[in-house]
C-alpha cells in the first residue's frame, strides 16, 4: 500500500524539529555566554543535589558503612566487597528478574489500555469525551499516597469492596479473602493500582497525539479498503512511533523506580514477593543498616536502567545534538 | 452505525466507572457513618451522611501544622522548578550551543535518579551543612526531584511557539526579555500550569525525605507523612482514615479542577512536541 | 575522604547549664502506648516547676519506622535529649557509638537491681548505655462476662484446656480469642514452652532455628487457637488495635500487656469492671507459659547538646516516684526489683508477675533488631496460617534469620 506509507513520512517529519531556529534580530547575535548562563541554575541544582549525592553513594558503595559509620565516620574503604556479596547472593538476582518481570507487565499494560483509551477518544461524541478526559485527569491528579491508601481499602479481606463484589457475582471463596497474604495476589493488586495510576498520563498524551494526524491519512487509506487494525498499523502508530517510543521509555522509568506504593502497600512482602530494585535498596539500608550494601544496589539499578534505555539516550543525543 | 455507537459508548462509560470508582469510594466512605461502613452489604450512596471523619481527621495533632508545611516545601519546590526550567528550557529549545545536545540526554537520565538510595548521601550532606530540621532543604530536595520532568516539558511547549512571533517582536523594538514578557510568556501559560501541576503533585507525596530530613522539629513534617501515621493510629477506622486521604487529596484536585482547562490544552500542545 | 562524616559535634557542648538567655530546651522521644497523655502531662509539668531553667517537649513517636528515625538522630548534631528504645533494639544503638556511656551513673540512678531483662540488653562490653525504664510481659484479659455466659467459672491452667474453652467460647457472634496473625512474641512463648527458640548460637555464628520440630510444633499451637477468633492473619496486633476491637463486647480473650485493659477502657469506659487476667497457659498446670519479657530503656545521645541536663531528667523518669506513677497508672513492671511491692494490689499485674517468672528474651544479639525490621517472622506466620507448608516456610525463614543475624552492622 505504497500510497498510504508517502504521505506518513511527510507528516512524520515535521513533529520533530530536531534543532531550534536561531533568533536573529537586526542582525544582532546572541552573546555567546546567554545559553550557558540560562542552564547554569539547573545544572548547579543538578549538580549539588542530584550528581554529588549521586557520587556519594557511589563512595558509600565502595566502603564499610553501616550503623556505625554513619554515626561516627571513619568508613574504611574496601573495594568491591559489597559488589562482590551483592552479585554472589541468589536474592539480587531474583530481585532483578522480579524488577523486569514487574516492569514488564506494567508498561504493556499501560501502554496497550492507553492506546486503546486514546482510540477510543477520539472517536467519541463531544460531551462523552469530555466527561472521560475529566476523569483520567481526576485520576492522575489524585496523590499516590491517597489512592494507595484507598487501595487497601478497596481490597480490605473483610470488608472490602472488591471481596463483596465477587462474592456477589458468584465466587464465593473470596469471602474475607487476604489479597495482602499471598505473593502473587499482592502483586497482582500492585500491578492494578500502579496501570490504574500511570494510564491517564500515557493515554491523555497518546490523545493529544493523535489529534494532530491529519484526517485526509484516514479517509485515503479507507478509500484504498484498509480496515481498523491496518490503518492502525500503517498510519497512526508509524506517525506516532516517537511518541510511542517516548512514553514507553518515560513508563520504564517510573514504573522500574516505582517506589511509594509498593512500600505503603507491601513493603516488599509477603515474602519478598513485590521487592523490587528500589524497594531492595531502602529495605537493606532501612532494616538491615546497610547502607554500603543499599548504595551498591543503587549504583547498580542505575547501571541496569541506562543499559535497558541506552539506545534510546543515543538515539536523542544524535537527534538533539545533530548540528551543534 | 448506529450500533457501534452505542457500544462505543458503553465502552466509555465502563472506562470511565472502572477509573473513577476508586475515587468516588474514597470520598464517599469518607462520608459514611461508621455503622454504614462496618455493614455487610456496602452502599454507594452513604445513608446516614456525616462529616465526624473529617473532624477526626482535622483534630488529629498536628493536622494544620502539616497541611501548611506541605504547601509551603510544594509550592517553593515547584516555584523555583519553573523558573530555573524556564530559563534552561529556553535556552534548549531556543539557542544554538556547543553541549546542548548532552545537556538534554542528561536531562533525560536525571529521571532516572534513584532518588530512594540517595536518602543517606542526602542525610549526610544535610547534617554537614547544618540543614537538618530544614523545610528549605526539603524544598531543595524537591525542587531537583522535579526539575528534569519540568524542563522536558516546558522545552516542548516553547518548541510550539513559533520563532516569528519573538522575532517580530524584537524587530519591533522589544528587548528580549520584554519580548519573552509581553509575547511568549502569555503563549507559555498553559504549559506552565500543566508542568506546575504534574511537580506540585510529584513534591506533595513525597515522604521518604521527610523521615530523614526532619528529625528532631517534628512539627516541619509534612503531610503525606501525617497520612501514613494517621494509619497507624486510626488503623480500624476507614472512615477517618478515607477522610484523611481525601483532605490530602483536596488541593491538588482543587489545583486542578482550577487549572483544569488550560491543562487539557496545555498538554496536548506540550505532549504533541514532547 | 570522607572527611566531615565523624564530625557529629559529640561530646563538643555537652553541658546543659543554660547560659543566661532562656530555659534550656529539652527533646524527649516516648514512644506511641508507653505512657497515657495524662501522666506525660503531670510529669512535664512537675518537672519544669523543679527545674525552671528546663522545658520539656515530650514527643510521641509511632513504631512504625522508629529504627530509622532513631538512626537518624543519633547520626545527627542535634539529636533529641533523651530516646525511648525498645529492650530488643537497645544493644543495636548502643554498640553504635552514638549512645552516652553512662556507666558511672549506676549507683547515682540504684541500679543495683534493675531487672535484668533491661539491664543486660542497654549494656556492650561492660559499659552501661541503656537505662532501664520498664518491664511488661503478656497476659491473657478476658471478658468476664461471656466467660460467665459459657459457664467457665475459672481460668483454663494448661493449653488443652486453653483450646477447650476458647473453642466453647467462640460461638455465635462471640470470638473465643481475638489474636491476629502476626503477633510473634506469643509465638515465640510457644516455641520457648515447646523447648525451641528463634535462633540459637553456635559457636560464633547464629542460626535461625524455626524449622526445628519444637518451633514447628510452637507454631502449630498458635495455628490452632488463632483459629478460634476472627482476627485477620495477615496483620498484627496493632492494625487494628486489638484493645478497640476487645472493647466492642464481642470478644472473650485477647492477648496483651496487663496495660492493655486501661487502653480498652479509654475507648469504652463500660467494660470496666468486666475484664479479668489470667497468665499464658502453659503444658503442665505447675508452670505458666513462657513468656517475652517486653520493655523499654532509655538512651541520652551522643548528639544531644544538653547531655548534662538530659541526664537529669532520665534520673527522674527512672526515679522511684514516677516508677511507682507509671507501674500504677499502666501495669508496667518497675525498672528495679525493690519496687515490685507497689503493683501488689493488682489484679492484671498478679498475673503477670506470676508469667514473669517465666520470662524470655529475644536473642541476644544487635542484629536481632534487623531481624525484626525485615519482619520475617511475621511474614513467615501469615503463610503458615494461610495454607503455607509450615517445614518449607520455616526452613525458608530460618535462613533469612540466619543471613540477617550473621550479616548485619
Known sequence: MPTVHAPTREAGADHRPATPPVIRAGGRRISRAWPYLLIAPAVAGGVFLLLYPLLRAALISFQHFRMGELIRGGAAFIGLDNYRELLAAGEFWAVVLRTFVWTAINVVLIVGISTGIALMLVRLGRRMRTALMSVLALVWATPIIAATTVFQWLFQSRLGIVNWLLVRVGFDSFEGYSWFANGTTMFGVLVVLVVWQSVPFAALTLYAGLTTIPVELYESARLDGAGGWQVFRQITFPILRPMFALITSLEVIWVFKCFPQIWVLSQGGPDGATTTLPVYAFKIARALHRYDLGSAVAILTVVILTVALVGNLRRMLKQEGADT | ?274 | MTAGVGACGSGESSDGAPTGAGPTKLTVWIMDGSVTDELLEQFETEYESAHEDVDLDIQIQAWDGIGERVTAALASTDAPDVIEVGNTQVAQYSSSGGVKDLTDKIADLGGTDWIPGLAQPGNIDGRQYGIPWYAANRVVIYNKDLFAKAGIDSPPKTREEWLADTAKLNTGGDQGIYLTGQTWYVLAGFIWDEGGDLAVKDGDRWKGALDTPQALAGMDFYAKLQALGKGPKDADEANPPQHEVFAKGKVAQMISVPGGAARVLEVEPGMKDKMGFFPIPGKTADKPGAVFTGGSDLIIPEASRHQDAAYEVVKALTGEKFQSDLAKAMSFVPNRTSLAHVLDSNEGTAAMAAGAANGRATPNTPNWAAVEATQVVKQYMTAVLTGGDPAAEARKTSEAITSTLNNGS
Open chain 2, 1 to 274: 452505525m448506529r450500533p457501534r455507537r452505542i457500544a462505543l459508548n458503553t465502552a466509555a462509560l465502563a472506562v470511565l466507572a472502572v477509573m473513577i470508582f476508586p475515587v468516588y469510594w474514597m470520598v464517599v466512605t469518607s462520608f459514611k457513618s461508621a455503622t454504614d461502613i462496618q455493614s455487610e452489604t456496602p452502599t454507594l450512596w452513604p445513608a446516614h451522611p456525616t462529616i465526624e471523619h473529617f473532624a477526626t481527621a482535622v483534630g488529629a495533632d498536628g493536622f494544620w501544622t502539616f497541611w501548611r508545611n506541605s504547601l509551603i516545601v510544594t509550592g517553593g519546590a515547584v516555584l523555583i522548578a519553573l523558573v530555573v526550567s524556564l530559563l534552561a528550557a529556553f535556552a534548549v529549545a531556543r539557542m544554538r550551543w556547543k553541549g546542548r545536545g548532552p545537556f538534554i540526554v542528561a536531562v533525560f537520565a536525571a529521571q532516572m535518579a534513584p532518588w530512594e538510595a540517595l536518602l543517606v548521601p542526602m542525610f549526610i550532606i544535610a547534617r554537614d551543612s547544618d540543614l537538618l530540621d530544614s523545610l528549605a532543604m526539603l524544598t531543595g530536595v524537591y525542587f531537583t526531584i522535579t526539575m528534569p520532568f519540568t524542563i522536558v516539558t516546558l522545552r516542548g511547549f516553547l518548541a510550539a511557539i513559533p520563532v516569528e512571533i519573538e522575532e517580530a517582536a524584537l524587530v519591533d523594538g522589544c528587548t528580549r526579555s520584554a519580548a519573552f514578557r509581553r509575547v511568549i510568556f502569555p503563549l507559555l501559560a498553559p504549559g506552565l500550569m500543566a508542568t506546575s501541576l504534574f511537580g506540585f503533585i510529584t513534591a506533595w507525596n513525597e515522604f521518604a525525605f521527610v523521615n530523614v530530613l526532619i528529625i528532631k522539629d517534628q512539627d516541619r513534617r509534612t503531610l503525606p507523612v501525617w497520612l501514613s501515621s494517621f494509619r497507624d493510629v486510626f488503623g480500624a477506622d476507614w472512615g477517618a482514615t478515607m477522610a484523611a486521604a481525601t483532605l490530602f487529596a483536596l488541593p491538588v484536585l482543587i489545583v486542578f479542577l482550577f487549572l483544569q482547562r488550560r491543562v487539557g490544552t496545555g498538554m496536548v500542545a506540550g505532549a504533541v512536541k514532547g
